[in-house]
């Protein structure tokens, strides 16, 4: 390397530093605030975690951690009881049967609302109209919707001749009920984010394929998903985290039952915190579903470059 590198490297650095330090008084803020409302919280949260704290007795009195210090047995008792694997099950059939119907709900949501048609925009704006619904009213609407004896669910059912299940009130229906209910409030969302990527395709490759004499299935299949994987990522990934966090449509349609077949994470925590006023194992659960999505999310990250494709 010679002097007039090194000198322009110098150089270069020295202006990187002048203008982080320029750039520091305006970063601060942003820092202080992220320090204050989000690290903060976590610092504190998991040292309640090592403790047996109810949620009643004063953090700041002196003594206090010494008093209800118990190290990691909040992390040994969860993981050696049949309740937390119970949940883990519950939410790993959440999953596997949400993202799929998500993802095909969204997609055709997408594909349908991509199409020139007249009136297009309208029919956009009704379809995101879930998502903007109160998760607290949809699911007390869907509680009453999905009702075994006098809901509209099974009255349409019935007309066709069908006998519809117990719904919310069966051990075998109530996760598939509660799945349906998501599906319907995401797949707006999702559906926007996929006619965002749909439209940005490239129309040349479409045109080209047409000259091809490539039908519509062959040019969703070869180019439309290919091209779609990036938003496809962000879609499965974010879907997955919401999937951990499962909560609004389980407490209130569901709390749990029947006979804990829709017990997951978060209501477990909400369970102890706020109920059994046990902070710190609640604490300790919030700990280890932190933990668990950031596996999921990892190998999501690892795995993006074996099937998303960008178009360069």
Excluded: C
Excluded at 105 to 122: C, D, F
């Amino acid at each position: 390397m010679n002097t007039n590198t090194m000198t322009r490297q110098k150089k270069k650095g020295k202006k990187h530093g002048s203008g982080l330090l320029v750039a520091s008084p305006f970063l601060l803020p942003s820092l202080i605030g992220l320090l204050i409302f989000s690290m903060m919280p976590l610092i504190i949260s998991g040292l309640i975690s090592l403790t047996d704290w109810n949620g009643l007795d004063q953090l700041t009195k002196p003594g206090f951690f010494q008093e209800h210090f118990i190290g990691l047995e909040n992390y040994k008792t969860i993981l050696s009881t049949p309740e937390f694997w119970n949940t883990l099950g519950n939410t790993a059939e959440y999953i596997i049967l949400y993202i799929p119907s998500m993802l095909a709900a969204s997609l055709l949501v997408a594909y349908l609302l991509s199409r020139p048609r007249k009136g297009i925009g309208t029919f956009r704006v009704v379809y995101y109209i879930p998502v903007l619904t109160s998760w607290v009213a949809a699911s007390l609407i869907w509680k009453s919707v999905l009702a075994p004896q006098y809901g509209a669910m099974n009255g349409i059912l019935e007309f066709f001749g069908i006998q519809g299940p117990g719904w919310l009130l069966d051990e075998d229906w109530a996760m598939p009920a509660i799945v349906l209910v998501s599906v319907w409030k995401d797949m707006g969302f999702f559906g926007l984010i996929l006619l965002s990527g749909i439209v940005g395709i490239n129309k040349t490759y479409y045109e080209a394929a047409e000259i091809d004499g490539a039908n519509g299935w062959t040019r969703f299949v070869k180019i439309t998903l290919p091209l779609l994987t990036p938003s496809l990522f962000y879609v499965v990934v974010v879907a997955m985290i919401n999937s951990f966090q499962l909560f609004p449509q389980v407490m209130i349609m569901t709390g749990g039952g029947p006979n804990k077949a829709t017990e997951v994470m978060v209501e477990r925590i909400y369970q102890y915190g706020f109920r059994y006023y046990r902070m710190g194992y609640a604490a300790a659960f919030s700990w280890l579903l932190f933990v668990i999505i950031m596996v999921f999310t990892a190998i999501q990250m690892k795995g993006q470059k074996r099937w998303v494709h960008y178009d360069d």
